[in-house]
């Protein structure tokens, strides 16, 4: 069973680079935080199911404890910042990218799992390219509507 919830979490976090290009990129507020509860979700899946969820090397430990850190300092400087909206939207931001951090660092030390990563990211890339590219190259056979936010260049995906 635990292994079953790691192989889950890993396609999960692999689909989702995928899944939230789709979405502007992930740009907007709202699938940038379905993005990252979903990471914390998975955080939480792995903390339970994985026998070391973090890190062995000193160097992993110290890559998670970096990220952490400027997630909450960018989070503090909510208080003092300005403009508050883009400060919060960075720590949204960080807080996905440390969730998705954590959560590969125990997810992808099973083989199967790792040597799934590159083809599985590579696929990805290949089909959101390929999805904006046949919006241009093909207009009748995928619509893409004009934004005027991106003023005529490629917004979706």
């Known amino acids: 069973m635990r292994r079953g919830v790691l192989l889950t979490a890993a396609a999960v976090l692999l689909v989702g680079p995928t899944v939230l290009a789709f979405f502007s990129g992930g740009y907007f507020d709202g699938p940038r935080f379905v993005a990252t509860i979903t990471a914390w979700l998975i955080v939480l899946g792995v903390a339970?199911?994985?026998?070391?969820?973090?890190?062995?090397?000193?160097?992993?430990?110290?890559?998670?404890?970096?990220?952490?850190?400027?997630?909450?300092?960018?989070g503090l400087s909510i208080s003092w910042a300005p403009l508050s909206e883009p400060a919060t939207d960075s720590t949204v931001r960080l807080l996905l990218y440390l969730g998705a951090l954590l959560a590969a660092a125990g997810v992808f030390r099973d083989r199967l799992a790792l040597r799934a990563v590159e083809p599985?990211?590579?696929?990805?890339?290949?089909?959101?390219?390929?999805?904006?590219?046949?919006?241009?190259?093909?207009?009748?056979?995928?619509?893409?509507?004009q934004s005027t936010r991106a003023l005529g260049r490629l917004e979706n995906p």
Do not use: F, M, N
Not at 120 to 145: C, D, F, N, S
């Open 48 to 74: 339970v199911a994985a026998p070391h969820p973090l890190p062995d090397s000193a160097a992993g430990r110290l890559a998670i404890a970096g990220l952490a850190l400027i997630a909450v300092w960018t």
């Open 120 to 145: 599985a990211l590579a696929l990805g890339a290949i089909a959101v390219i390929g999805y904006g590219l046949a919006g241009r190259l093909l207009p009748e056979l995928i619509e893409q509507t």
